[in-house]
């Protein structure tokens, strides 16, 4: 796993360079930073269940149909699936946001979820509404708590959800 400061001193020695000022001001930038990744990677680890089941409400309200017979998380064990997903995406989202990296999505988590999804007939537009969620619920804890400006918040800590989101919407995999 990458993390913004190995990959950035990573391209400068592929290209025999020392950091220029660019380089320093971008490692700078990420120290700057460290102070809310820490708090939001915190209030994941000690909140995740809490998250997960407040996100999840919210989906299930905005879209009754998913529990209802012949939506996608009716039954106990498709509810508990969906769940155990969120789960997941959150976990690896807090593995990117401490990071500042991205790069973990794409390998451990995006790379073969088309097929896996497609294979099983999961739907992935409840699955971003449920990731958006989670951020809406981690950035509305974080400004509660004074974390940072509400600028910052959302820059920093929505960035590996909206890339989840993204890479999933790509995906455009359909319910059978």
């Known amino acids: 796993m990458r993390d913004a400061i190995t990959g950035l001193i990573g391209r400068y020695d592929q290209l025999g360079r020392y950091l220029?000022?660019?380089?320093?001001?971008?490692?700078s930038g990420y120290f700057s930073e460290a102070q809310l990744r820490l708090a939001a990677v915190e209030l994941i680890n000690r909140e995740a269940a809490?998250?997960?089941r407040e996100a999840s409400q919210r989906l299930w309200q905005a879209d009754p149909e998913l529990l209802l017979p012949g939506g996608n998380a009716y039954t106990t064990r498709r509810w508990a699936a969906c769940l155990r997903d969120m789960d997941y995406f959150?976990?690896?989202?807090?593995?990117?946001?401490?990071?500042?990296?991205?790069?973990?999505?794409?390998?451990?988590v995006l790379n073969g979820l088309d097929?896996?999804?497609?294979?099983?007939?999961?739907?992935?537009?409840p699955t971003v509404r449920s990731i958006a969620l989670m951020a809406d619920v981690v950035c509305e804890q974080?400004?509660?708590a004074g974390a940072g400006s509400a600028e910052a918040i959302n820059s920093i800590v929505r960035a590996p959800f909206e890339h989840l989101c993204r890479g999933l919407a790509d995906t455009n995999v359909r319910a059978r």
């Open 50 to 52: 809490e998250i997960v």
């Open 142 to 144: 974080l400004s509660d």
């Open 20 to 27: 220029d000022r660019d380089a320093i001001d971008r490692i």
């Open 90 to 108: 959150l976990r690896y989202a807090s593995y990117a946001l401490v990071a500042d990296d991205s790069t973990i999505l794409n390998e451990r």
């Open 115 to 125: 097929d896996t999804y497609k294979s099983l007939g999961v739907p992935t537009g």
